[in-house]
Protein backbone atom coordinates (compact mmCIF):
# COMPACT_ATOMS: atom_id res chain seq x y z
CA UNK A 1 0.00 0.00 0.00
CA UNK A 2 1.25 3.10 -0.64
CA UNK A 3 1.52 6.37 1.99
CA UNK A 4 -1.08 8.51 0.62
CA UNK A 5 -3.40 5.08 1.21
CA UNK A 6 -1.74 4.57 4.60
CA UNK A 7 -2.35 7.86 5.37
CA UNK A 8 -6.23 7.87 4.90
CA UNK A 9 -6.84 5.01 5.94
CA UNK A 10 -5.17 6.10 9.58
CA UNK A 11 -7.48 9.18 9.35
CA UNK A 12 -10.50 7.21 8.49
CA UNK A 13 -9.99 4.77 11.51
CA UNK A 14 -8.98 7.76 13.69
CA UNK A 15 -12.27 9.26 13.06
CA UNK A 16 -14.77 6.02 13.39
CA UNK A 17 -12.59 3.69 15.50
CA UNK A 18 -14.05 4.75 18.86
CA UNK A 19 -17.71 4.44 17.46
CA UNK A 20 -16.87 1.36 15.74
CA UNK A 21 -15.16 0.41 19.33
CA UNK A 22 -18.66 1.37 20.92
CA UNK A 23 -20.70 -0.85 18.68
CA UNK A 24 -18.56 -4.39 18.98
CA UNK A 25 -18.52 -3.46 22.87
CA UNK A 26 -22.67 -3.49 23.13
CA UNK A 27 -21.99 -6.97 20.82
CA UNK A 28 -19.24 -8.33 23.09
CA UNK A 29 -21.78 -7.01 25.91
CA UNK A 30 -24.58 -9.21 24.70
CA UNK A 31 -22.73 -12.07 24.21
CA UNK A 32 -20.92 -12.25 27.73
CA UNK A 33 -24.55 -11.56 29.69
CA UNK A 34 -25.53 -14.52 27.95
CA UNK A 35 -22.81 -16.76 28.50
CA UNK A 36 -21.56 -16.59 25.17
CA UNK A 37 -17.95 -16.20 25.92
CA UNK A 38 -15.95 -17.40 23.20
CA UNK A 39 -18.20 -15.04 21.12
CA UNK A 40 -17.57 -12.06 23.61
CA UNK A 41 -14.04 -12.20 23.27
CA UNK A 42 -13.74 -11.99 19.46
CA UNK A 43 -16.60 -8.73 19.57
CA UNK A 44 -13.83 -7.09 22.83
CA UNK A 45 -10.75 -7.78 20.94
CA UNK A 46 -12.48 -5.65 17.76
CA UNK A 47 -13.58 -3.27 20.65
CA UNK A 48 -10.02 -3.02 21.28
CA UNK A 49 -7.86 -2.95 18.19
CA UNK A 50 -10.18 0.20 16.82
CA UNK A 51 -9.67 1.90 20.56
CA UNK A 52 -6.72 0.82 22.42
CA UNK A 53 -7.58 3.38 24.87
CA UNK A 54 -11.03 2.15 26.11
CA UNK A 55 -10.41 0.47 29.49
CA UNK A 56 -13.47 -0.99 29.66
CA UNK A 57 -13.48 -2.87 26.64
CA UNK A 58 -9.46 -4.54 27.12
CA UNK A 59 -11.18 -5.20 31.04
CA UNK A 60 -14.18 -6.86 29.57
CA UNK A 61 -12.14 -9.14 27.27
CA UNK A 62 -9.81 -10.11 30.48
CA UNK A 63 -13.13 -11.10 31.93
CA UNK A 64 -14.37 -12.66 29.03
CA UNK A 65 -11.35 -14.97 28.91
CA UNK A 66 -11.49 -15.67 32.80
CA UNK A 67 -15.07 -16.81 32.68
CA UNK A 68 -13.68 -19.01 29.52
CA UNK A 69 -11.54 -20.22 31.87
CA UNK A 70 -8.37 -18.88 30.06
CA UNK A 71 -6.48 -17.27 32.83
CA UNK A 72 -3.13 -17.07 30.72
CA UNK A 73 -4.97 -14.23 28.26
CA UNK A 74 -7.00 -13.05 31.21
CA UNK A 75 -3.62 -11.77 32.81
CA UNK A 76 -2.53 -10.30 29.76
CA UNK A 77 -6.03 -8.48 29.67
CA UNK A 78 -5.36 -6.84 33.49
CA UNK A 79 -1.53 -6.80 33.32
CA UNK A 80 -2.01 -4.16 30.50
CA UNK A 81 -4.36 -2.60 32.55
CA UNK A 82 -2.36 -1.91 35.26
CA UNK A 83 0.55 -0.90 32.88
CA UNK A 84 -1.61 0.93 30.70
CA UNK A 85 -4.23 3.09 33.66
CA UNK A 86 -2.46 3.04 36.66
CA UNK A 87 -4.36 4.21 39.22
CA UNK A 88 -7.77 4.11 37.93
CA UNK A 89 -11.21 1.91 39.45
CA UNK A 90 -10.07 -0.43 36.13
CA UNK A 91 -6.68 -0.96 37.30
CA UNK A 92 -7.86 -1.74 41.12
CA UNK A 93 -10.66 -4.49 39.78
CA UNK A 94 -7.89 -5.92 37.58
CA UNK A 95 -5.86 -6.30 40.18
CA UNK A 96 -8.00 -7.65 42.06
CA UNK A 97 -8.83 -10.55 39.48
CA UNK A 98 -5.35 -11.09 39.56
CA UNK A 99 -5.21 -11.43 43.35
CA UNK A 100 -7.48 -14.60 42.12
CA UNK A 101 -5.64 -15.93 39.56
CA UNK A 102 -2.71 -15.96 41.56
CA UNK A 103 -4.88 -17.99 44.33
CA UNK A 104 -6.22 -20.37 42.33
Given at each position: ATDNFRNVYMTIRT???PDVSTAYYES????????????????????VSFNA??????YQL???YYKNDDMEHAAEC?????ELFPGSNTAYN??????????Q
Open positions: LIGGMTEYNVGNYTEAINYFQMAEDPKALGEAYNQILAQKRLNTIEE
